[in-house]
Structures are given as C-alpha cells and as structure tokens.
C-alpha cells in the first residue's frame, strides 16, 4: 500500500507537530537495550601477554680486551697527520707507554661501571692468545647462565682477516697472533655481548654468524646421529643468544679526525653526553652562542645521575629520546629483547643509536647483530638538538654569573604532544610515540600528576592500549608509585591499576609481593574517595584475590570482608555489584574468610541485595552466597544451618525476571548440591519414584485427537528458521523433531485408540534427544521427566518421602531446580538439566537399580502389536490418563493407574511420561532411567560414557569475568547513541522522522473519517493456524503467531519475512504479542499460557532471531473455569468455545499490556492478580489482586493516570489505580456485562473512555469516574476476537458465523466483511484472531484455516 506521493511531501502540514513527535520519541525509555541483553555473558579473550620478560637477564662479568700497543702503529693502518689519539679521553703520548696502557684500561672500567656498577670487570692490556683464551673461560665458569661482555680495541694491531680472526700479540710483542673468532665463540659462550671497536669491524661481524651457523649444523647431525664422530666430542654452545656492536662496516675504516677520540665508537657507548656536545659544536661551531666553546662544555655543572642538574637533566633527556626512538622504530619483539631485559645491554643500545647518528656524519656505518632499522634520520634527533642548544645557551652565564639553571621544556612539551594524540584523532592509527616518554617521567615529583592523568586517559582507549603501555615497560614505574602518600595520586593510580588488572590479571601475583594490595584496600575504606574509585579499588582487590590463594590471605588480614560489609548499601550500584562479586571471590575455597564472613553475619547482609533494582548487583549478590556456601571445608551443625538458611533465601529468586540473575542462581544451587551430594541422591531417587506412580493431570493429557489436524492436514511444515537464541537451537530443533515424528507416526487401526498429543510424545528418540546440552547424548533425566516431576512435586503430596522430611530444604531445593529446569530461557534450563542430571545419575548409579524395581509399584509395560511402521506402542498404563477436574489434585488424591505383573523375561522399560511412546529396537538416543538398552541387564554397572560428571564445581556463568570487561573497555568515551556524528545516532534519527511521518499521515486520513474497511490489501496461507497478530506501529512488518511459532509478512512487499520457533513446551500456545521499543529497534514480546514471557530481537531482518530474555510473567497460571452466569450465556460460551481455541484449556490464556512511557509491563491471565513488572529492573514490582474468582481475559493501561482496567470471564470490568496499595486500588467495578469480556480498553487521551465488550456482542461505555455505562450498543453475538482502533474510533469483530463487522464509534456498521474469497469458493474458516494497526486503519485477520488477510480503507483514502 504506497501512500499519496503529495501527502508524503506535503508542506502542508507545519513542521512543528513532526518536530515535537521526534522529541518525544527521544525521550521514552528503551526496554531490553542494556549490555546485559546485546552481549554474550562471558569474559572478553584473553590477549596473550607478550609484555613480561621471560628471561631478565644480567650482564655480570666483563672482559676489557684492548690491543693498543702504545707508540708503534699496526702495518696496515697509513694515519693521517694530525691524527685522532684520544682513547678513553687519554691521549697516550702524553706518558709512557705502560703508564698510559693502564690508565686508559682503568678509565675504561669507569666508563662502562657509569652503566653498571655490579659487574665483575677484568682487564687484559695487549694479550696474548692464552691470557685471553684464559680470562674468557674464568669469566663464563663464574658468570654460569648470565651474560659476559667481551669488549675489543683493535686499535694497536692490523685488521680482522677475511677468515674470521681478531690479532694479539705473542709473549714478546714481536709479532702479531690471529686468534679465530670460533674459538672465541668457544671461551665466551652464550649468552655474550661482542664490542668491536677496529677498523673494518664488520667482517669479525660476518664471520661470527658463519661461525655460529656451523655450530648450529654440528649440533644438528650430533643430534640425530648419535654414532658420528662429532657426537664424541663436547658439544660447542649455541650462539644464538649473543649480541654484537661493530664500529663500521667490513670495508670501512674509523675516523681519523683529530678532533675526535680516536675510539669514538667506545666513547659513544659509554660517554654518550660528553661526544654527543662535543659532536654538537663541532657541527654547529658558526651557530652557538658567543662563549660556548669545546672547553666549556667540559665544565658543564652536574652529575649524570642528578637530575635537578644541568648534565643531569641531558642524560635523562638522551634516555628519554633514544628509548622512544628505539620502541618507535624496532619491532616490539626486538625491543623487549634489547631495551628492556638487561640494563647494561639496553644502555649500550641506547648509546649505539648516538654512535650510528655521529659515526655516520663521518661516513662510518656502525653494525649491530641483530641488526636494527636505520635511526639516525628521526625526528626525535631534532628535540635533542633543541635540548642540547638550550642547555648550551645558559652555559656562560652559569658559569661566569652563577645564575641559575632553567629546566628544559622537553617533557611538558612531550606531555602535550602526547595529550594531542589523545585528544585529536581517529581510532585506528599509529601509536603515539611519546609514549615511552610518558614512562620516563612517571617518577619525576614535577611531572607525574600530569602523566599518570594522561597515561589513565591512554589505557582508556582499550586493551590494545594496557598491552601498549605494558611493553613498553610501565608496570614497575607505576607498582613503585603505590608506595607513594600522595593523596592526589590516588584516583589516578587506581584507575590505571584497574584497567591493567582487567587486561591482565596475572599482576595479582605483583601486587601482593610488593604489598601494592594495601594501597587498594586503604582507599577503599577511605569515605570521602568519590564512589566510583573505590569501586575500582574494590575490583583491583577482586582480581588479587581471584583463585590465588595468597591474596585471599592477605586481603584477609587487610580487613577486606568488614570493608566490604560496610558499603554494600552504598547508592553506586557498580560498587555493590563488585563489592558482592569481591566478598564471593575472598571465601570462594578459602575456609578462613567464610568463617570470618559468618562472625560479620555477611551472608544476612548480603540478603538485602537479593531484591536489588539492579540485576547486576542481583547477580553478583547470588554469586557471592553461593560461593558461601560451595565451600568444602569440615561441615558443622553450625555451618549446616547456615548453608540451609542461604539456600532457601536464594530459593525465593526462583521467578526473578532476568535470566542473568537465574543462570547465577543454578549455579549456586549446584554448590549446594555438591556439598550435600548424598542427601540430593534421596531425594532425586523419590522423585523419580513419585513420578513413575502418577499420571499427572496436565492440558496435553486431556486433549482431544483433534488437536493434531493442523500437523496431519497441512500439505508440508514449513521448515522453521534456525534461532540463534545463544542457545535456543535446542527448543528449535526439538520443534523441527516433533512435527517430524507425529507425521511419521502412523495413526491407523492397528495402533488402537491411543490419543497422540504433543504432551505424550515423551521419550520418542527424535522428540527429546536434542534436549539438555547439545552435546550431551547420556540424559538421565529427559526434559518431559523432569517437567514431569515438577508438576508432580506439585499436585501430589510428598509426605510419604522415606528419611527426608516433606518439607526438607533438600526437597525444596530440588523443586527449585525442576522449576529451572523447565525455565524459558535456554541457558538457564540448560544449566540446571545438568545439575539434575548429575544428581540423577549419581542416585541411580548408587542404588542398586534391582532393589528399587522390585518394588512392584512400577508402571510395566508389555510391547503392544507392531504397527505397519514397525514402530512399538507401548500402553503405558491399562486405565487411560485421568484429566483433573476438581482441586483434588492438589492434594494425594491423584489416581494410581494400576501396576502390571512384572514379567521377569525382559529387562524393565520404564517410560517416562504417563503416556505412550514409541520405542524403537535400536538404542534410542536418550536413554531410559534404569534402561541399559534392549540387550543388557540392569545391572550391569558399567558407567555411559556421557556421565561422569556434569557438574563440577566449577559450573561457571562467566559473569564475573563479563562485568570485569567494563574496566577494559573505554570509560570516558561519549557513547555512541549520545555522539551526534555517529551511525547508531543517524539510524535513529532516520527512523524517528519516520514515525512522525507515519504519525502525520494517518492522522489526515482517520481525520477524514472512514467510511468503509473492506479492501483486501494483503492475504496470505500462514504456515500455521493464526492465534494472535500484531502490527509493527511504524514499519510494514506483521507478526503472526500461532500455537509455538512466529511468522513475520511484509504488508505491503506481500512476502514472508521470517519464521522461527518460539520454543514454548508442547502443550502450551502463544496468547499475546507486543512489541517493545516499536519506535526504535523493536523487540516482539510473547506471552505463553503457561505464564512465560519470551523477548525477541533480529526477526523479519537478514539476522537469525535471538532471544534476548525471557522469564516467567506468571509463576501459577491456573486452568480456570469461564465465569457461567445464565444457562443461554453459558450455552452461547460452549458453542463459541468450539471456535475459541483458548477454550480447550478453559482459561484466557496470558493476557499482558505495554507501557512504553515507564517500562511496566502489566500482565494477567488464568490468575487472580495483574502483575506488573518493570522491565528495567527485570523484577515484579506489584501484585494488584483482582477480586474475582475468574481468569482476567483483556488488559489495558493508560500510564498517564495510572490506571489499568481488566475484563475478566465473569463478565464484570474492574479497574485499579496502581498508585494505592493492593486492599484499595481497585477503585471501580462494572457487572454489567453477562459474559466472559472480550476486549476492555481505556483511551490514552486525559479524559478517555473505558470501553469494553463481551462475547455476547454487548459493546459499553464507561467514564472511569461514573458507576454505570453512558452508552451501550448491541453488535453480533458469538464474538470470537474483536480489536478497538487506538485513533480512529473504529472496532470490528469477528465472529463465529464468518464474518467481520467494522463499527464506527456510533455502532454503525461501516462494512461487512463475508468470506467467500477463499480457495476454490468455498468459505474460509472461523476468524481465530483480528487486530488493527495503531496508526493506519489497516485491520488484520486471522482464520482457522491458516489464512491471514489485511483489509483497509479505500483506495481513494489513502
């Protein structure tokens, strides 16, 4: 149905009414939206953590090799004139040559002890081959694992030859001895640190890897071939952890400029400021301020270690620079290995990269193994240059005026270039280089407020950022900064410590080395630190004491469990969730801390948080009691009493509305169930007793066979979508499975009278196979028994149970966990079959199953004849299952079907609902309780495979780990629907101008008035018989929903859109539809008689549907009676009932209405209450009682003036106003119907009518303030579905004479609606359903034979 193109456009109409339409969309809440509905609930992967060293090492000794020969200079080597003579700033002519040899090796040792004090240094001045042959083995025997630095000056000798060899002397220094690098190799070991300072450097380079690489090989061939000869000899260590620093490359000679050391390499490694200035004048002599000269800088005021000092400051300045160069350039892997793990080697590559920028000015290229990416042209030099100039500029005046020192600008203006990044840019880009520069002033007093600040926003970017931050190596710096008073530091070092924690957790281990956990625990008990760091705190001290048990005894003794008690009630719902999940996880297998927790009473405190608002905190509370509980320790009376009294208070969240909270409850009840293993196998074993002895009176047993003709006519069952509800596949397939084997079943002669319904169809191996875990084919327990036994556990009497008393909490825990098992949310269901499962099984296999089976008692079947199939039916029972029909069955008045004589021939087959079922000769794929298949005996104790133990104590939800995700994810982003610019923002906007346009449109046409409703728009075959319909408010999507499934069309298209299975039980039907959010990303809610409540999202879209929660609205949905006031009424109620299908069951179903405006979800039915639920807490909020003695069939709200009118099956009308308490809300009743109401509905406007209409055709008004109608019209009797238009004053019925009748608000019937159009002309069935659209006056209807059709006004209209 296209609208007029000028209505679309038309200007006609002011933009304001559109723009005010859009503001209050804008404003109504959203239901279902929260993370906890659009995110899995599990822990984010952990990123694998790269950052830890493995292997700090240290470099402990040192070999000072220098070959200088003072005074006679090698053959090969031609000097310039003047030449560089500096070694180690010394020049040795200027003393004897011994003299000079043995201060320039001591000055040597002083320069490398600058970088590393500690390590053992030796000497050894111009060699022989054995001096050094015996230094480098005494140096790798002392030094075992750790590293050796193996320094050589090769200033004295010729160059490194081609194959490989350094020269020495011989004992009289006449002549020159090659010393080959293999053996070298062979002394030093690994790990070693090579430094070559000699021209042609490089070649000793090459031949060291030739060397090593011939090493690799002979260990190879020793290791697969034992018997050959090199195997013999003492393997030669591997080389592959060893670094070398060469001077140039293999072609190069070193600089001979006489204003240079000569041992310039040596002096950038280990004099790197004092070359650097130097270097730095001679460069820019013509540039420098008037007074600055070479001698100068020698005077520069300082020591490199004290940072408030001029020299100082430029070491800490070079640090900064060169790190940050090095991480900005190496790949992570190699910079980790060369900066980070020794300090002596990070330095002397720190130093290097100065040596590669000067040595190449004088077209020298030093070469490292491995070698490192070119660095000298980085932009970083530039801010070391600026560094360099400013200190150099205030050099005269200090030292000739004595003024005094200005600090450097470098690392505020690095601060700021970092803060750049973080403010301007896009996600995906490089990484801020300043980071390492961050680092470096995270322990500068100056600095570090602003720093931290910075870094806090940087880790808030995400988990790439902590796993950024980590490798560069800031976890040290800021564990040091723990031990820090300083009470501004706080806030941000908790923040920071939160987000490592929850990117790695591993640092729970750290912190309680270092006593960090104290830091935590103090602020957490510090009251004036706002609320939301010490939830950080608290969630910091979460993850020390997770699973490590060292942290819970610290945190223990740290007075962490009262900290604790004492802000569970704080107003910050994020802290009372992580405090709740925090006390969980600190007596969670730690028997001190629960004992500490009883003597604060913390299980009773933690009560109070059970009725929380927040499922959240619902859930972290459950969490926290059921760790309470599922410890193993010694079990007292004492503790006993308290595990019970836990138990039952958990007991009452059995029907708490979001199912979070109910996976949270299975699992505590699973450590309860571990605890009192053997008291559950009692309990279990007389259940399953119990449900053997009794037929229970359920709505499938007392179906007519009638009920299967919409499987047996319909030409094929369309094959339903697959439903992505995380885990719904389950109830989808057994759908798929059903319907498969009741077409399979044949129904003929031979088969007898059995009756198949749904309800029956218990073990067949295709109906419940899928059931519980999909990948578990060993259920003890199908999901029939066990929906058996809950309603058993219901109707009968337990008292006759042996050694458990009736009302034992083990009893009632079991029923809990029945009842959950039956839970419409899959994953929960899921959970708790295991749980029962596990029990079950333990229980059978404890007892010997003999014993039990000679009871006698036992229901026995024979097999019964064969069907043509070949299938065997088996009568369960000789009396047929007897329907309940009075309260007796809430009492152990049930009767027993007699048993049979057991026959001894064949192994026992018990099945295990009160009907029939097929059991074919192969193994069926769920196995029967004590049925060991058709061959085997009883008794045979070999255990299934499938069963060893479905639950550990480990049974986990991942909820703590979900909730940790939050500190991993960005916490001060605007989120995305708040971001003007961002998709989520735009697709909104998109849709709310589209409601306002479809707002606008039909309000001009209902305006106009509708004189007719009778053109067919849209008809369709629905693929099953259509019980409730609802239109989408703002798109052309119509859901259909009939007994368990939802189909979707597309009015306007005419195509079928989706179709899934609502993954209701079999014997229960859909009787209400609504949907949520219908003005922005709509989710279908379905109502089931059986009072569950299923939310949808993803349908009649490319998506699977998923379901995003579901609960049970209505726990104890009672099949009632209609309300029979005269005999013709009741007459009319009978025969309408024939077409009625919710009569077969006697009740209205579940009827429920929306509020959009407050999120209540007002909901009723065969019960005497209206139930109202608020959808943002997911919990009942108010139980309105009725006051009648028969089901409420129609419900309708108006937020508003809070009001909620109910029509009931007694005729009568009520209405309640939800702002008074429960004995005075109900503040009007209207008799004036006589039958059972069909539809009762209040006008949203402020002065709006109550109208309501009943099945004998009878159509009143009601003004809320006045006892009696104010008008009244006589429609068609035998309404079977009536619907009230919400704006244009139209309702139609449907009756059961097949006929529609559209009245206008004056009873005037403006059209007729006969079915002759159907198939072939003949009439279509009886109308099951109908329902206007909210907007357009589309009306949509349903028939019992499987047409759906849409009718609307006229052409010219629209």
Known sequence: MKMDSDLLHSPAVGLAEEEEADMNDWKLPLAFMKKRHSEKIEGSKALAQSWRMKDRMKTVSVALVLCLNVGVDPPDVVKTSPCARLECWIDPLSMSPQKALETIGANLQKQYENWQPRARYKQSLDPTVDEVKKLCTSLRRNAKE??????????????????GEIWVFNKNYTQYIPLSIYDLQTWMGSPSIFVYDCSNAGIIVKSFKQFALQREQELEVAAINPSHPL?????????????QLAACEASELLPMNPDLPADLFTSCLTTPIKIALRWFCMQKSAKLVPGVTLDLIEKIPGRLNDRRTPLGELNWIFTAITDTIAWNVLPRDLFQKLFRQDLLVASLFRNFLLAERIMRSYNCTP???????????????????????????????????????????FFAEQLTAFQVWLTMGVENRNPPEQLPIVLQVLLSQVHRLRALDLLGRFLDLGPWAVSLALSVGIFPYVLKLLQSSARELRPLLVFIWAKILAVDSSCQADLVKDNGHKYFLSVLADSYMPAEHRTMAVFILAVIVNSYNTGQEACLQGNLIANCLEQLSDPHPLLRQWVAICLGRIWQNFDPARWCGVRDSAHEKLYTLLSDPIPEVRCAAVFALGTFVGNSAERTDHSTTIDHNVA?????????????????????????????????????????????NYTVPSPANTAEPGNLTPVRDSPA?????????????????????????????????????????PGNLSTSSSASSTLGSPDNDEYILSFETIDKMRRVSSYSSLNSLIGVSFNSVYTQIWRVLLHLAADPFPEVSDLAMKVLN???????????????????????????????????????????????????????????????????????????????????????????????????????????????????????????????????????????????????????????????????????????GVSRLDDQIFINRNPGVPSVVKFHPFNTCIAVADKDSICFWDWEKGERLDYFYNGNPRYTRITAMEYLNGHDCSLLLTATDDGALRIWKNFADQKNPEMVTAWQGLSDMLPTTRGQPSASAHSLARRVSIYLDRSKQGGAGMVVDWEQETGLLMTSGDVRVIRIWDTDREMKVQ???????????????DSKRSLIVAGLGDGSVRVFDRRMGPNECRVMTYREHGAWVVKAHIQKETDGQIISVSVNGDVRFFEPRTPDSINMLQTVKGLTALDIHPQANLFACGSMNQFIAVYNANGDVISNIKYYDGFMGQRIGAISCLAFHPNWPHLAVGSNDYYMSIYSAEKRLR
């Not at 195997?231 to 670094?243: E, F, G, Y």
């Not at 979070?660 to 309990?683: D, G, P």
């Not at 059903?738 to 079943?745: C, E, G, R, T, W």
């Not at 009725?1186 to 409420?1192: K, L, M, N, P």
Request: proline content about 10%; hydrophobic content about 35%; glycine content about 4%.
């Open 367 to 409: 070469v490292s193994s491995p070698r490192l990416p070119p660095t000298y042209m980085h932009a970083m030099w530039q801010a070391w240059d600026l560094a360099v100039d400013i200190c150099l500029s205030q050099l005269p005046t200090i030292i000739e005026e004595g003024t005094a020192f200005r600090h450097s600008p």
């Open 838 to 1008: 596990s029990i079950a099984y333990k229980a059978t296999m404890n007892a010997r199953p003999q014993r039990i089976l000679d009871s006698g008692s036992l229901t026995q079947s024979a097999p019964a004849s064969p069907t043509s199939k070949g299938t065997h039916i088996h009568q369960a029972s000789g009396s047929p299952p007897m329907p309940s029909t009075s309260s007796s069955s809430l009492t152990n008045e049930v009767p027993k079907p007699p048993a049979r004589d057991q026959p001894a021939t064949r192994p026992p087959y018990t099945p295990t609902l009160g009907g029939q079922a097929p059991h074919s000769h192969q193994f069926p794929r769920t196995r029967k309780m004590f049925d060991k298949g058709p061959e085997q005996a009883a008794e045979d104790g070999d255990e299934p495979g499938g069963h060893r133990n479905y639950i550990s104590a480990a049974l986990q939800t991942g909820l703590c780990d979900w909730s940790a995700k939050y500190f991993a994810q960005p916490v001060m982003k605007i989120p995305e629907e708040h971001d003007l610019e961002s998709q989520v923002r735009m697709e909104r906007q998109w849709r709310f101008l589209r409601n306002a346009r479809v707002r606008k449109q039909s309000r001009i046409i209902t305006q106009r």
């Open 717 to 757: 069952i369309p094959r339903l979508r697959s439903v992505n509800s995380y885990t719904n596949i389950r109830a989808a397939t057994t759908a798929r499975n059903l319907n498969k084997s009741l077409q399979n079943l044949n129904l003929n002669e031979e088969g007898g009278p059995a009756a198949f319904s």
């Open 231 to 243: 195997a013999q000899m003492p393997l030669p260590p591997s080389m592959k952890n060893c670094i």
């Open 146 to 163: 750790e590293r050796v630095l193996f320094h050589y000056n090769g200033h004295g000798v010729p160059r490194p030859t081609v194959n």
């Open 648 to 692: 039952m208070m958990l007991a009452q969240l059995i029907n708490d509305g979001s199912p979070v909270v109910r996976k949270e409850l299975v699992v505590a009840l699973s450590h309860l169930v571990v605890q009192y293993e053997s008291n559950f196998c009692t309990v279990a074993l007389q259940f399953i007793e119990e449900e053997k």
């Open 1183 to 1197: 139980d309105i009682p009725t006051g009648a003695d028969s089901c409420v069939t129609s419900l309708s709200c």
